[in-house]
């Protein structure tokens, strides 16, 4: 059991969909301060809606979500923005702005939620670039960098107002395995850099074996969670079927667990 106190977001008894539809019942958990936590699940499993919930983009139909102790959903005003300013987020096909360079995409939010003056808004976006190794890249436009470029990018943009939880949808998809482990360094490399936590939804087994020390396999078919700890030991010990096969395909999509 985990202290209360190490943990970062609590999810307790959520229940969650859309319209008449439920996609999530009886789903709790907790991530702890500091960790890199992955949300697992085959297509369409409810990783995304789950990730959607906890940031607070749609409210529960029962339990609750806390972060930092806080209910996002509850607050109102300025409580409710300084919260949402304690967390970034890259959304699944969430892009850069086309039309803006890379150090107007990871400007974005400065210039949205900050009255900081232009240069150092701007000294603040070169900052976060530099850190995701992207110093080179800043006066270029989206389309002229590497999907995992893009990535990085993204993930500066979603630094830029210093949070202390950053979700990630999918990272890596589309990404070549070599670019995937860049990513995955990456992330390790800020989460022991800069003490955040991640959250982040992925399928890369790679990922999930290299850099997560804890995760959650969400289960389609029965709503919920049907496997939650660490994913080597998961691998290695679980006895049910569903998430044997999860953890254990090799580059194969088995139904029912994972994605095609
Ligand atoms: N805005 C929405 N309105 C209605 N239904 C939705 C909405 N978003 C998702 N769904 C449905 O909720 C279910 C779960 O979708 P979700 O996107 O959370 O899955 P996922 O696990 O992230 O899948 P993937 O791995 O393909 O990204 C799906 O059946 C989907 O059709
Ligand atoms: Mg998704």
């Known amino acids: 059991m985990t202290a209360a106190s190490d943990a ?3 999810v307790r008894n959520l229940r969650a969909g859309y319209g008449e539809t439920v996609i999530l019942q009886g789903i709790s958990f907790s991530v702890n301060r500091g960790e890199i936590f992955a949300i ?3 297509s369409g499993s409810g990783k995304s809606t789950l990730l959607k919930h906890i940031i607070g983009l749609y409210p529960p139909r029962a339990g609750e979500v806390r972060i930092e102790g806080k209910n996002l959903v509850a607050l109102e005003g300025e409580e409710r923005t300084e919260l949402l300013l304690r967390f970034g987020v890259m959304y699944q096909n969430g892009a850069l702005f086309g039309s803006m ?3 107007e995409n990871v400007r974005v939010p400065l210039d949205v939620f900050t009255d900081l003056p232009l240069a150092v808004r701007n000294a ?3 900052a976060k670039l530099a850190q995701v190794g992207l110093s080179n890249a800043m006066e270029k436009m989206p389309s002229e960098l590497s999907g995992g470029m893009r990535k990085r990018a993204a993930i500066a943009r979603a630094m830029a107002l210093d949070p202390v939880i950053v979700f990630l949808d999918e990272p890596s998809a589309g990404l070549d395995p070599v670019s995937s482990a860049d990513l995955d360094n990456l992330i390790k490399r800020l989460a022991k850099d800069f003490s955040i936590t991640f959250v982040m939804v992925t399928h890369e087994l790679a990922s ?3 850099i997560a020390d804890r995760v959650i396999l969400l289960d389609g078919r029965s709503k919920s969670i049907i496997a939650e700890g660490d994913p080597r030991a998961l691998r290695d010990t679980s006895t049910i079927p569903l ?3 999860f ?4 580059g194969e999509s088995p139904e029912g667990a994972a994605t095609p």
């Not at 953890?247 to 090799?250: D, I, Q, Y």
């Open 8 to 10: 970062i977001i609590e």
């Open 243 to 245: 998430v044997q096969r």
């Open 101 to 103: 360079t890379v150090r």
């Open 124 to 126: 603040v976006a070169e």
């Open 40 to 42: 697992l699940g085959g």
């Open 247 to 250: 953890f254990r395909r090799e």
């Open 208 to 210: 999930i074996f290299g």
